[in-house]
């Protein structure tokens, strides 16, 4: 139960924490109301960084959520030109993660990380389409070393995302659901993969690291 109440926080967080309890001390001596919501930003940064154990279903005939957040489309698309891959089709499905959902971003399979590539680009609101072209980005190219799958995860900056944080290392072997990341304040996460069965639906609320979005 306390854990749940009091959840530990990503690292990036702390220094966040520090300065909003800071200032809240600060604004409680100029007016107690201030002070006030200066407290409730405090609290709200705490849990933006919430970085909760998750369970996966240790198993690459899945692939689980990379993002917490709700699922904003589902289609049929060309991969990154990023990635030289223009001219595969894959699978792409979207998640769009508010400023209430928990941002820390996780593997969907265990593999190894082939590959990495952040792309500066602009903060438009990350649930449009032309965020997945035009926003800030990073891509990683994962592949499973037994059955050669790959799967391509790609952060997206949002609106008000102004950082993109990497936590792992090309060549990295990584187990299904490890964390690979987090996106600032408000962000999208896109998942390209091919010959899969869709288990996910849009509008569907998926939690990372658990939710199940396609099988064999």
């Not at 809240?24 to 705490?46: A, D, E, M, N, P």
């Not at 960084?49 to 698309?77: C, K, T, Y």
């Not at 509008?203 to 064999?216: D, H």
Request: proline share 3%; glycine share 8%; charged share 20%.
């Amino acid at each position: 139960m306390l854990d749940k109440i009091f959840p530990k926080i990503h690292t990036e967080g702390y220094k966040f924490l520090v300065i909003f309890v800071a200032a809240t001390v600060i604004l409680y001596f100029i007016h107690g109301f201030l002070g006030f919501i200066g407290l409730v930003l405090s609290i709200w940064v705490y849990y933006f960084f919430r970085d909760p154990d998750r369970f996966s279903i240790n198993s690459n005939d899945f692939l689980v959520s990379p993002a917490d957040g709700m699922i904003i489309a589902i289609n049929e698309q060309k991969g990154p030109i990023e990635l030289q891959l223009e001219n595969t089709t894959f699978t792409k499905v979207s998640i769009f993660m508010n400023v209430f959902n928990c941002h820390v971003n996780r593997t969907p399979l265990s593999g190894k990380v082939e590959e990495i590539n952040y792309k500066p680009g602009k903060f438009l609101n990350a649930s449009l389409d032309k965020a997945s072209e035009d926003n800030e980005r990073n891509y990683y190219r994962v592949r499973c070393s037994v059955s050669g799958e790959e799967v391509i995860i790609v952060q997206i900056a949002g609106l008000i995302a102004r950082r993109i944080v990497c936590e792992v290392e090309q060549g990295q072997e990584l187990i299904q659901g490890e964390r690979i990341g987090m996106i600032r304040f408000g962000s999208r996460v896109d998942i390209f993969f091919k010959n899969k069965k869709i288990l996910a639906k849009v509008g569907q609320n998926v939690t990372a690291g658990e939710s199940l979005i396609a099988s064999k």
